[in-house]
Every structure is written in C-alpha cells, then in structure tokens.
C-alpha cells in the first residue's frame, strides 16, 4: 500500500521567517509527488516533481526531490501570513503502466505564520 | 473561467438519513475524482470516473456509498443511511487526461457533512 508522511505536523513561525517541509514516501511505481497548499477548503495545486535534483520554483516556494532517498522538501522564504495554511503532499497510484491520477495524500502540515 | 463547484457546501445529517452531494467539474475534464477528508487528516481517495465510467471505486468506504456521472459532467456522490463515521468534507476533483495534466488536479471547495 502506498505511503506519504508530512513532518513536522504544525508549525508557527513569525513574519518573514524561511520554512522547511518534508514530505517521505514508499509508492509502487513511483512517477511524481505533487504540492498542493489548502487554504479554507479546495486544495490548489503548487508543484509537480518527477525528476530528482531538479527543483521547482515559483517566487518564494521551491521544492525539490530525492528519488533515492524517497523524500521532497517544500521551501518558503520570507513568509507572509498569507502562506497560513495546510501543505499536502500526494504522489499518484501506478499499476502495470496505467496511472490515471489517484493520489495518496500524506497527513499535511499546518503553517501558521504570525504578523 | 469557472473551476469546480460542489453543493451544497454545508449539510447537517441526521443518522440514518439519505444525503446526495453534487459535484460540477471544470467544462472538458474527463477525469473526476471523490475524496473524503476527516478533520486533521489528509484527503483520502474514494472512487474515479472517467468521463461517464466509474473505473475505480476502491475507495468507497461501504455498500452505503455510491457515486455516479451519468452523462460525463456533473456527479453525485449519494450515502444511505449516513453514520457519524462519515462526518467529513467531501472534496471532488476534476482534470484532463493525458499521461502528466492528469495529475493536475482542480479541487472544489467541498462539502462539510455532519451527521448527528
């Protein structure tokens, strides 16, 4: 059965502050780990990794993969209390070369950024 | 444009009432996805369509869940005979196809049941 663990489970820092997530995985046929950031309710999509080393950016988050050690990170600089919110990781089930998105989500981390 | 609508956002339950919940996909997606999310957990997979073909419904918690699409758009989610355990927000997700847009999944807002 596929797994995705999310550390730490909270976190509270202060205005402009940098944070780490960490998101560990055990998948069968592992094709790509995905970000999303959940605010309220809907889940918004932020990154897709498929390529270890590689990392992905857009303006103060970036993430990156390891695929030997089974683990993605999320960074955040210079936080806002915007970026309050749930990070989720997931990475997609794959059988016998068919894998049409469904997503085994780890647990979330909640951020809380303080003014 | 318009991104994924459920409805409604709020339902309180009596235990042992019938509840159906409704989900309007982005316009062209043909994957559509159900997940249940408990308080503090992650969201969890319950079934996929694939325009109107339930093709994975591994998900489902019990008999007294079922989903349908019947015309590949809009789908609803209907549990008999609702039990506290299914107190959760009830998130459906739609994307294209395609081997990698597939994983770009567009989330609604989802629904909040509480059964009492």
């Known amino acids: 059965e596929d797994k995705v663990v999310q550390s730490p489970l909270s976190l509270v820092v202060h205005e402009g502050d940098t944070v780490t997530l960490n998101c560990s995985y055990e998948?069968?046929?592992?094709?790509?780990l995905l970000w999303y950031k959940q605010e309220k309710k809907a889940p918004t999509f932020l990154f897709m990794l498929?390529?270890?080393?590689i990392e992905k950016k857009s303006g103060r988050l970036s993430s990156i993969l390891d695929k030997k050690e089974l683990f993605s990170i999320l960074n955040i600089t210079a936080t806002q209390t915007g970026d309050s919110a749930v990070y989720l990781c997931?990475?997609?089930?794959?059988?016998?070369?068919?894998?049409?998105?469904?997503?085994?989500f780890g647990q979330g981390t909640i951020l809380t950024v303080h003014p | 444009g318009a991104g994924v609508s459920q409805s409604p956002r709020y339902k309180v339950a009596k235990r042992g009432q019938d509840v159906a919940l409704r989900c309007d996909p982005i316009?062209?997606?043909?994957?559509l996805f159900w997940y249940q999310q408990a308080l503090g957990q992650g969201p969890e997979f319950l079934t996929y369509?694939?325009?109107?073909?339930?093709?994975?419904k591994s998900g489902l918690p019990s008999d007294r869940f079922f989903a349908e699409r019947p015309e590949g758009s809009v789908s609803t989610l209907k549990i008999q005979r609702t039990q506290q355990e299914d107190s959760a927000v009830y998130l459906c997700?739609?994307?294209?196809?395609?081997?990698?847009?597939?994983?770009?999944?567009?989330f609604g807002p989802g629904t909040r049941l509480t059964v009492t």
């Open positions: 316009s062209g997606h043909v994957s």
């Open positions: 498929t390529s270890s080393g």
């Open positions: 997700a739609s994307s294209l196809s395609g081997s990698t847009r597939v994983y770009e999944q567009y």
């Open positions: 998948v069968t046929n592992f094709r790509s």
């Open positions: 369509f694939q325009n109107e073909a339930q093709l994975d």
């Open positions: 997931a990475a997609p089930w794959s059988a016998g070369g068919t894998s049409y998105g469904k997503l085994t």
